[in-house]
């Protein structure tokens, strides 16, 4: 991944910006935590997206493409740590999460007005803002044309309410007893299609590219992200901790509505099904509960199913790819296949 | 103030095209509880500045300024969702603040996998977050051209990111012992300043104002914003609850570096001085020790001080304004000379 190191070079600069101008000790902390946390890892899957488009329709300004295409990174990490607070997440990418990192640096004042937990959760509240900010940089300081970076801000304002709007269906799902696939979809598809999409349209966009050929991008990555998501969730419960580094248990807790569930719902009958419900319902789940809840999955052959259901967004998104492959550089068309491909096998 | 309807207007514009849109009855609650929240109160200072530099100078896009100026208004009322969490407040202009709001709908679930106060938190998370996007919709959404909307967005980042660092230096200084007058000037000229005067700036933006007279705006909006706060401090702790809506004890508890409190360290001595320091250590102070603290502020006449060092704010504001009166019209600067002086004598 040529790009990658660049990716980050980029982001880096955003920060780096900023902490020239800081004298304060404790803003320099901040800002150098939510530097290294930004730089701790991550695929960078929306700015590549986002260089991909561009790149498959023009590509003539690297450097500018590059400068623009980490707002939805930031906007994605900035959710994160959001989300980290949200589900009490206290470590991401195997190190401490944003708000955990302050919950362990209370300990170095004299004076503690504040409880440990609270510092921590509300240095994380802020420190996604900030990151949400940041990300508007993305679409200010480059040499694009004015009218191309408030189109880019006005994409970045869409990815947000979409994306907050999955979140916001899922957390009210979790509390609701009724479920269906249509409603499940509706949600990944806002949650984690969104910000993918608008990744890539942001490139196109950038590359001035015809409407026609933006809604063919367009399909290909809502479904692409409905597609990482399904995957996810099944390796949110069947992965091997050790190769994803998430806990396999969290979900089934949560009583998230996954593919998972959803599936098992439908094909669970009688007692299985009531039971499958009255273990799900229970807000603290032992670790036999969870247990029990995995091999009612596994009775209800869940894993199978759900690949079933991926791989039709997987064959939509080969559709739309397949309408884009005559317009675009091969490079490119290799790239989006390659990237379908890793996305629908991924074992972590 | 004409301009008040004017102004919630726009504001109710922003979210009935969102809610236009949306089907689902969780989504549909949470940003019908936004707009309430947003349209419960305040005094739009921000917006009314916007318009007053605009009209100052030129005024000839009446129902443009009026659609730009809520940006930050937006900005003001996320920032004060969050904080509202940070500060466990639950009340906000005599309602449930936005995080409490949904603690109270979480009763509306069947099934509680979450518990109520996570359930709040969470949802005024994102309450916050949705509204510095929707903010952005101010800039994107008018006739005024692409580059004065870049600008706008770029004055937009810059004012959160000020206000953040305003109020990570106060988090910070309430841990900490030490404490001088120049940092907490600092502290409140960008918790507080910033906004108002990024506000002002991009109604002078958007009427194309020179370079120097932006400057001028900039010193009065910067020194009405500390005015603004050292009357804040004093009503926070010496105002009238039914005046103010706010109780009298939770800067004192808090332990917040208030105007009053360095104040009172600056002319305290000997027992009295250690005395109020070991009160203010305390992270869980009675009611008795808030009443030693309010005495000890008493009897070093610090409403008094304060009100002197408020009155250096006062002055270099007007000063500012001295040197616009010749080149702005007269109803605006009627307007910016009684702003001042309703800031620096109001009791609510």
Same mark, same amino acid.
């Given at each position: @991944?040529?790009?990658?190191p660049k990716i980050n070079h980029e982001i880096q600069l955003i920060f780096d910006k900023k902490l020239e101008k800081i004298n304060n000790s404790f803003l320099k902390d901040y800002y150098s935590e939510l530097k290294d946390y930004f730089l701790s890892g991550g695929k960078r899957i929306r700015p590549l997206m986002?260089? =991909?488009?561009?790149?498959?329709?023009?590509?003539?300004? $690297?450097?500018? &493409?590059?400068?623009a295409c980490v707002g939805? $990174?930031?906007?994605?990490?900035?959710?994160?740590?959001?989300?980290?607070?949200?589900?009490?997440?206290?470590?991401? %990418?195997g190190k401490p999460s944003f708000h955990y990192r302050f919950r362990l640096y209370h300990d170095n004042y004299k004076l503690k007005k504040m409880v440990a937990a609270d510092f921590g959760n509300n240095l994380g509240i802020l420190g996604g803002d900030s990151s949400f900010f940041f990300g508007l940089e993305a679409y200010l300081?480059?040499?694009?044309?004015?009218?191309?970076?408030i189109r880019g801000v006005q994409l970045y304002e869409q990815a947000y309410h979409e994306v907050c709007d999955?979140?916001?269906?899922? &957390?009210? @799902?979790?509390? %609701?007893?009724?479920?269906s696939i249509s409603d499940y979809i509706e949600m &990944?598809?806002?949650?984690?299609?969104a910000l993918i999409e608008k990744s890539t349209i942001i490139g196109a966009n950038y590359a001035n590219v015809e409407e026609k050929y933006q809604k063919l991008l367009s399909t290909y990555a809502i479904n692409l992200g409905i597609l990482f998501q399904i995957i996810d969730d099944i390796l949110g419960t069947f992965g091997d901790e050790k190769v994803t580094g998430k806990p396999t248990d969290g979900d089934i807790r949560e009583g998230k509505k996954t593919a998972l569930l959803i599936e098992a719902r439908n094909k669970l009958k009688g007692a299985e099904l009531a039971r499958l419900n009255e273990l799900i319902k229970n807000p603290s789940m032992t670790d036999n509960d969870v247990e029990e809840v995995r091999d009612l999955f596994q009775s209800a052959d869940v894993i199978n199913s759900s690949k079933q259901l991926a791989l039709?967004?997987?064959?939509?998104?080969?559709? =739309?790819?397949?309408?884009?492959?005559?317009? &675009?550089?091969? =490079?490119?068309?290799?790239?989006?296949?390659?990237?379908?491909?890793?996305?629908?096998?991924?074992k972590f």
């Open positions: @991944m040529k790009y990658l986002c260089i =991909a488009a561009y790149n498959a329709f023009s590509g003539e300004k $690297e450097d500018q &493409i590059l400068k939805t $990174e930031f906007l994605h990490n900035a959710s994160l740590v959001h989300d980290d607070i949200i589900d009490k997440d206290d470590f991401r %990418r300081n480059n040499e694009f044309n004015d009218a191309s970076n999955g979140v916001l269906i899922e &957390i009210d @799902m979790v509390n %609701r007893q009724e479920l &990944i598809s806002l949650k984690t299609g039709k967004y997987y064959e939509e998104a080969t559709e =739309a790819l397949n309408g884009l492959k005559p317009v &675009i550089k091969e =490079a490119e068309s290799e790239f989006f296949e390659d990237l379908l491909n890793f996305v629908y096998e991924r």
